[in-house]
C-alpha cells in the first residue's frame, strides 16, 4: 500500500514542482519591458521618441520609473539590441533589472521636449508609488505646476485608483491646464473645480486668469471661484491664529506656573525666574549632547530623558537661591525684587562663560518634526502641539501636588494664612523652601518645551518674564485655574492683535488692558479665599 501511493506522490510533487518554476520564470517578465521599447529613444523622430515614453509609462514594468528618471538624467544607454540604465554607478539590464556591465559609450540624449515626456510620465508613475507619502509629495507637485505636457498622463491617472486626496490634488493639477484651455466653457468648469481648493498658489492661478479672461460668464465663474476660496482662507485664517494662540498660551502657562506659586505662597517677586527657565532649556542642550555621543542610537528619545533632567537641575538651582538670598527677605519686596535681579544676572553671565554668548544648537527629534496638515493653508507643527500637550500634563501634574500631597496641603495653607498656618504645627519654612523649588523646577520643565522651538542662549528668560508676571497678575495671585485662563487667554488676544496692528502694538494694548483691569479688579480674575501672605 505504502508503495502505491508512493507511486503516486512522486508525479503529483513533481507536478508542483514544475508549476513553480514555470511561475517563478514568467512571473518577473510578465510585465518586463524588452529593449525593444529602447530603440525609438535613441532615433531622430520626435513622435516615435514620445511614443517610447509612452509605451514605457503605461508597460506595468515595476522599473518604469527608473527607467525614465534614467532617461532625463542622461543615464539610460542602447548598445546594439540590449539597453541599460545605470544607478550609483551600477548598470541594471532593462529587461528585468538584474545587473549589467557598466556601458562604455554615450548615453541616450534627450531634449526638451522629450525630458518634458518623461517628467510628465514620471509624474504619474509617482502616484501609484507603493508609499503614501510620495504619491503625495507627487500629487501636490502636480497640483502646483501641471502643463499641457501633462493633460494625458493625469487623465490615465485619474482614471486608475487613487487615494481619495491625492484623486483632489490630480483633478485640481487637471484643472490648472484647462483654465488654460481657448474654450470657454472649459474654463468655466475648471474654476469651479478650483474652487474647491484653499491653496495660496492656485488663487494666484485663477487672479492671473481674471486679468486675461474677455468672456463674461467665464469671468463671473473665475471670480465665484475666488470668492470662494477667500472665504476658505479667511477661516483657515482665524483657525490659523487660534490653534498659534493656544500654542502661545501653553508656552505662557509653563513659564507662569511656577511663578504662580512661589509668588502665591511667598509673595516673592523673582526677577530670576526667567533664567531658571535657562536653566531648563540648557540642561536639555547638555543631555542631547550626552545622548550624541553615547547614545546616538537612541537620540529621538533625548527630550523624554530631559524632563526629569531640567525639573531637577532647575529646582536644586531655585532651593540655593531661596537658601541664600530669598529667605533673608521675606516681607520686603522692593528688596527681594533687586536682590533676584542681581541673581538672574549672575545666572545669565554664568551660562555665558559655561557655553559662551552664542545660541546653543537644539535639534527636535523625528517625532517633533513636521506637522499636521490641515489645509494647504494651514499646518500645525508638530513641537508647537507636543507644548500644548506637555503643558497640559505638567498643569494636572502641578495639581495632584497641591491637592493630594502634603507638601501641596501646607502650600495651601501657608497661601491662604500664613501665621495660622505655622500655629497649627506648618513648617513655614521648610514649606517656602520646596514650594521655591517645586515652582524653579516647573520653570526648568518650561525651558524643555521652549527649546524645541526658540533659540536656546543666556537671555532667553528675559523674554518671558514680564509676560509671566502678567499672567500671574491677571488670573489671581497662586489660583492655578486663574493662571490658565489668563495664560491661554493672552496667548489667543495677543495673536489676533497681531495680525491687526503689530506684535509691538498688541504688546502694548494687552499691558493696557491688563493695568485697566486691575484697576477694576484688583485680585485679579480669580479671587483667593482667605488672607493674602503675611510677612
Not at 508542483?16 to 524588452?34: F, K, Y
Not at 499646518?379 to 502641578?398: D, K, T
Not at 523646577?441 to 522651538?453: D, K, N, R, W
Request: charged share 20%.
Amino acid at each position: 500500500m505504502d508503495i502505491l501511493l508512493q507511486s503516486f506522490a512522486r508525479p503529483l510533487i513533481l507536478l508542483r514542482l514544475l508549476t513553480v518554476w514555470t511561475l517563478l520564470a514568467l512571473g518577473p517578465s510578465a510585465n518586463a519591458l524588452p529593449s525593444a521599447a529602447i530603440v525609438p529613444l535613441a532615433g531622430d523622430d520626435p513622435d516615435a521618441r514620445s511614443r517610447a515614453v509612452d509605451t514605457i509609462a503605461t508597460s506595468g514594468d515595476p522599473n518604469a520609473a527608473r527607467i525614465l528618471a534614467a532617461l532625463v538624467d542622461a543615464r539610460l544607454y542602447l548598445q546594439g539590441e540590449s539597453a541599460v540604465f545605470v544607478e550609483n554607478d551600477k548598470a541594471f539590464r532593462v529587461e528585468d533589472g538584474a545587473a549589467a556591465p557598466v556601458p562604455a559609450g554615450d548615453a541616450i540624449i534627450a531634449n526638451n521636449r522629450l525630458r518634458g515626456d518623461a517628467d510628465a510620465a514620471l509624474s504619474s508613475l509617482r502616484l501609484f508609488d507603493p508609499v503614501f507619502e510620495v504619491r503625495m509629495a507627487a500629487a501636490k507637485d502636480l497640483a502646483a505646476s501641471a502643463d499641457e505636457a501633462q493633460r494625458d498622463a493625469l487623465t490615465r491617472a485619474l482614471a486608475g485608483k487613487l487615494d481619495p486626496k491625492v484623486r483632489v490634488l490630480v483633478e485640481v493639477a487637471l484643472a490648472r491646464i484647462e483654465l488654460q484651455s481657448p474654450e470657454p466653457a472649459k474654463r468655466m468648469v475648471a474654476a469651479r473645480m478650483l474652487s474647491v481648493s484653499d491653496d495660496p498658489q492656485v488663487k494666484s492661478v485663477l487672479a492671473e486668469r481674471m486679468r486675461d479672461e474677455k468672456d463674461p460668464d467665464a469671468r463671473q465663474a473665475i471670480g465665484a471661484a475666488l470668492a470662494d476660496i477667500d472665504r476658505r482662507v479667511a477661516r483657515s485664517e482665524i483657525v490659523a491664529r487660534v490653534l498659534t494662540g493656544i500654542s502661545l498660551g501653553s508656552v505662557l502657562l509653563l513659564a507662569a506656573l511656577g511663578l504662580a506659586i512661589t509668588y502665591g505662597v511667598m509673595g516673592v517677586i523673582n526677577m530670576a525666574h526667567g533664567e531658571l527657565l535657562m536653566v531648563g532649556a540648557y540642561a536639555t542642550y547638555l543631555t542631547q549632547d550626552f545622548f550624541r555621543h553615547y547614545l546616538p542610537d537612541m537620540q529621538d528619545l533625548y527630550v523624554i530623558a530631559a524632563i526629569p533632567v531640567a525639573f531637577l537641575a532647575a529646582a536644586a538651582v531655585g532651593l540655593v537661591i531661596e537658601r541664600l538670598v530669598v529667605r533673608f527677605l521675606y516681607g520686603r519686596p522692593l528688596e527681594t525684587l533687586l536682590a533676584t535681579f542681581g541673581v538672574s544676572l549672575v545666572l545669565a553671565q554664568g551660562a555665558r562663560s559655561l557655553f559662551g554668548a552664542q545660541n546653543v544648537e537644539l535639534s527636535n527629534p523625528s517625532w517633533l518634526s513636521g506637522g499636521f496638515e490641515l489645509s494647504a493653508a494651514l499646518v500645525l507643527p508638530w513641537n508647537r502641539i507636543g507644548i500644548v500637550v506637555f503643558s497640559v500634563a505638567v498643569l494636572g501634574m502641578v495639581a495632584l501636588v497641591l491637592v493630594n500631597t502634603r507638601l501641596g496641603l501646607y502650600v495651601r495653607a501657608v497661601t491662604q494664612n500664613r501665621r495660622m498656618a505655622a500655629c497649627m504645627g506648618v513648617p513655614t519654612g521648610r514649606t517656602d523652601a520646596l514650594a521655591f523649588a517645586l515652582g524653579a523646577g516647573i520653570a526648568g520643565l518650561g525651558g524643555v518645551a521652549l527649546s524645541q522651538f526658540t533659540n536656546v542662549g543666556p537671555d532667553m528668560g528675559q523674554a518671558y518674564i514680564v509676560d509671566s508676571f502678567m499672567v500671574v497678575v491677571l488670573g489671581g495671585v497662586g489660583q492655578l485655574a486663574g493662571c490658565v485662563v489668563a495664560a491661554f487667554g493672552l496667548g489667543i488676544v495677543g495673536k489676533f492683535l497681531e495680525g491687526w496692528t503689530g506684535a509691538v502694538i498688541a504688546k502694548i494694548l494687552v499691558l493696557v488692558f491688563i493695568i485697566v483691569f486691575i484697576q477694576r479688579r484688583p485680585q485679579g480674575l480669580f479671587a483667593l479665599k482667605g488672607r493674602q501672605v503675611e510677612a
